[in-house]
């Protein structure tokens, strides 16, 4: 089995060692295609206005000067030799649940490997952050393995991903897994606004918001309560249950 992976990090993450590692449990055909530099929150966007470059690190390894959505197309495109079998995109620094999955490059990234028509993951670890990083990577590096291998015996439908996020707690500590619907958010982004050494202004996006309200069932949820949280994720973005109000209304 053939995997590619990639991620939104950079080629240089800890989340993407870690991803590798367990991708060899799996299979000995690795190959990685990740982006040059740190490109979270860049969702699924291309890069269209400027030439991609790629620079091979190490055998079956290559850093992109573009995003996840680049990495992916370049490797099943270009990098890769031969066909890939399984799209692994992570691990990611952070969690990716409820309606920030739209910001996420780590999903993105398994959206563009399910466009290709490819089985495609993404995996993202929950962290505390307390002006420094502490992010329980042996949660994910354990209990990943087991996981992607019932994954890989599953009967996927077209243009479908699987989202998983682990909790932020020991891996001894979490209490099995869950699959969850997507949650939701007030949303929590904000401006601050700050000055550089000639006063002039200059602006930060900032995380505001506050903890989402109890919601059983879903991804936010599952982490709460120390669950793995498995999410399936459609690139159809149709609200099909308004479609015929919608059409309703307007002929009236």
Same mark, same amino acid.
């Given at each position: 089995?053939?995997?590619?992976?990639?991620?939104?990090?950079?080629?240089?993450?800890?989340?993407?060692?870690?991803?590798?590692?367990?991708?060899?449990?799996?299979?000995?055909?690795?190959?990685?295609?990740?982006?040059?530099?740190?490109?979270?929150?860049?969702?699924?966007?291309?890069?269209?206005?400027?030439?991609?470059?790629?620079?091979?690190?190490?055998?079956?390894?290559?850093?992109?000067?573009?995003?996840?959505?680049?990495?992916?197309?370049?490797?099943?495109?270009?990098?890769?030799?031969?066909?890939?079998?399984?799209?692994?995109?992570?691990?990611?620094?952070?969690?990716?649940?409820?309606?920030?999955?739209?910001?996420?490059?780590?999903?993105?990234?398994?959206?563009?490997?399910?466009?290709?028509?490819?089985?495609?993951?993404?995996?993202?670890?929950?962290?505390?952050?307390?002006?420094?990083?502490?992010?329980?990577?042996?949660?994910?590096?354990?209990?990943? %393995?087991?996981?992607? /291998?019932?994954?890989? @015996?599953? #009967?996927?439908? $077209?243009?479908?991903? !699987?989202? =998983?996020?682990?909790?932020?707690?020991?891996?001894?500590?979490?209490?099995?897994?869950?699959?969850?619907?997507?949650?939701?958010?007030?949303?929590?982004?904000?401006?601050?606004?700050?000055?550089?050494?000639?006063?002039?202004?200059?602006?930060?996006?900032?995380?505001?918001?506050? %903890?989402?309200?109890? /919601?059983?069932?879903? @991804?936010? #949820?599952?982490? $709460?309560?120390?669950? !793995?949280? =498995?999410?399936?994720?459609?690139?159809?973005?149709?609200?099909?249950?308004?479609?015929?109000?919608?059409?309703?209304?307007?002929?009236?």
């Amino acid at each position: 089995m053939r995997i590619l992976l990639t991620n939104d990090d950079g080629i240089h993450a800890h989340g993407l060692t870690v991803l590798e590692e367990v991708a060899r449990t799996l299979s000995d055909d690795i190959w990685i295609v990740a982006p040059e530099t740190d490109q979270s929150g860049l969702a699924h966007s291309l890069t269209l206005n400027h030439p991609l470059r790629a620079r091979e690190v190490r055998e079956k390894t290559f850093a992109v000067t573009g995003t996840p959505t680049d990495c992916v197309i370049m490797g099943v495109r270009q990098l890769v030799d031969g066909p890939v079998d399984l799209v692994l995109s992570g691990i990611n620094a952070g969690q990716n649940v409820g309606d920030y999955v739209t910001y996420s490059g780590t999903v993105a990234g398994a959206m563009e490997g399910a466009l290709l028509g490819i089985r495609s993951i993404a995996l993202s670890q929950a962290f505390n952050f307390d002006h420094h990083r502490n992010v329980p990577w042996d949660t994910a590096r354990t209990l990943a %393995p087991a996981l992607l /291998q019932q994954l890989l @015996d599953l #009967d996927m439908p $077209v243009d479908t991903l !699987i989202n =998983i996020n682990f909790p932020n707690c020991p891996p001894s500590e979490v209490e099995g897994n869950t699959v969850a619907s997507q949650g939701k958010f007030e949303h929590g982004l904000g401006i601050g606004e700050r000055a550089d050494g000639r006063g002039m202004p200059y602006y930060w996006l900032e995380f505001i918001g506050k %903890p989402p309200v109890h /919601q059983p069932g879903t @991804d936010i #949820d599952a982490l $709460v309560n120390k669950q !793995i949280a =498995i999410t399936p994720v459609r690139m159809d973005m149709t609200h099909h249950a308004f479609l015929q109000n919608l059409k309703a209304h307007l002929k009236g």
